[in-house]
C-alpha cells in the first residue's frame, strides 16, 4: 500500500466510449501526476499538477483530458480512444513538484482499448 | 537527447548476488531514482542517489558514478519475492525524471 488508490484497476473499452480513470491521495502531496506505461518501454510523463495547477505541456493527444479539482484528486478523462492507446496507466505523487522527492504511484489501471 | 539504458531482462538462483546496471544521458543532473515493481503492482521506491559512492540499505546497495553517468543495484542473498522489474530513473537540470525500461529480474530456485 504507498497511499496512492487508482480506480479502476481494469477496464475495457470501445473506441466510441468516455470513461474516466480516478486517483487518490490523502499523503498531503502537492503534486499528482499521470503516467502512461507500456509493455518494455520506459514510463511516458503525460501530465503534472502541482497546486492543483497544470503545469506540463506534453504532446498528449487531445483524447486524453486530466482534471484536478483538489489536491487529493485527479482523474484521466478518455474519449474515442484507438487500440494503441491500450496500456496500463499510472499515478503517482510527490510532496513537491520539481524536486528531488521521491514518488509514490498507485497499483494503475489496465486498459484494453478494443 | 536524453537517454537511460539498462538490460531488458536478467535471471539470477535464490541466494545468490545480482547487479543491475544502468547508464544515462541528461541535460544537468540531479540525482538517479532506483524503483521496484512487481507485476501488476505500483512501482516502489528502493533508492536515491545524487553524490557518488555506494548507499547500502540491507540486502540492497545503490552505486552512482557521475562522472561516468552510471548507476547499479546490487541485490544480494536474493530471494524469490525479488523477482521484479527494476526501473532505474535520472533528474535532469529541470528535475524532470527520464526513465529507463526497466530490467526484469527472474529468480530461480
Known amino acids: 500500500e504507498t497511499g496512492v488508490t487508482q480506480t479502476p484497476r481494469h477496464l475495457v473499452m470501445g473506441m466510441t466510449n468516455k470513461k474516466s480513470l480516478k486517483c487518490e491521495q490523502h499523503?498531503?502531496?502537492?503534486?499528482m501526476y499521470w503516467y502512461k506505461q507500456s509493455a518494455k518501454k520506459p514510463l511516458e510523463l503525460m501530465f503534472v499538477?502541482?497546486?492543483?495547477?497544470?503545469?506540463e505541456n506534453n504532446s498528449v493527444p487531445s483524447r486524453f483530458s486530466p482534471e484536478c479539482p483538489n489536491s487529493s484528486h485527479l482523474f484521466l478523462h478518455l474519449h474515442t480512444l484507438q487500440p494503441e492507446d491500450s496500456a496500463l496507466y499510472l499515478c503517482?505523487?510527490?510532496?513537491?513538484?520539481?524536486?528531488?522527492?521521491?514518488?509514490?504511484f498507485g497499483q494503475g489501471t489496465r486498459l484494453t482499448v478494443v | 537527447g536524453q537517454n537511460i539504458d539498462q538490460p531488458t531482462e536478467m535471471t539470477a538462483t535464490e541466494g545468490a548476488i545480482v547487479q543491475i546496471n544502468c547508464t544515462y544521458q541528461?541535460?544537468?543532473?540531479?540525482?538517479l531514482f532506483w524503483y521496484q515493481q512487481h507485476a501488476g503492482e505500483a512501482p516502489t521506491f528502493l533508492s536515491y542517489?545524487?553524490l557518488d559512492g555506494l548507499e547500502e540499505k540491507g540486502r540492497f546497495s545503490s552505486f552512482l558514478s557521475r562522472s561516468k553517468g552510471y548507476s547499479y543495484l546490487l541485490l544480494k542473498e536474493l530471494q524469490m519475492k525479488d523477482s521484479a522489474s527494476y526501473l532505474c530513473?535520472?533528474?535532469?537540470?529541470?528535475?524532470?525524471?527520464?526513465w529507463g525500461a526497466g530490467t526484469k529480474l527472474i529468480i530461480k530456485p
Open positions: 499523503l498531503g502531496h502537492n503534486a
Open positions: 499538477y502541482s497546486l492543483e495547477e497544470r503545469v
Open positions: 542517489n545524487v
Open positions: 530513473a535520472a533528474l535532469d537540470s529541470n528535475y524532470q525524471l527520464i
Open positions: 503517482a505523487s510527490s510532496m513537491r513538484y520539481g524536486e528531488n522527492t521521491e514518488a509514490f
Open positions: 541528461t541535460s544537468g543532473f540531479n540525482g
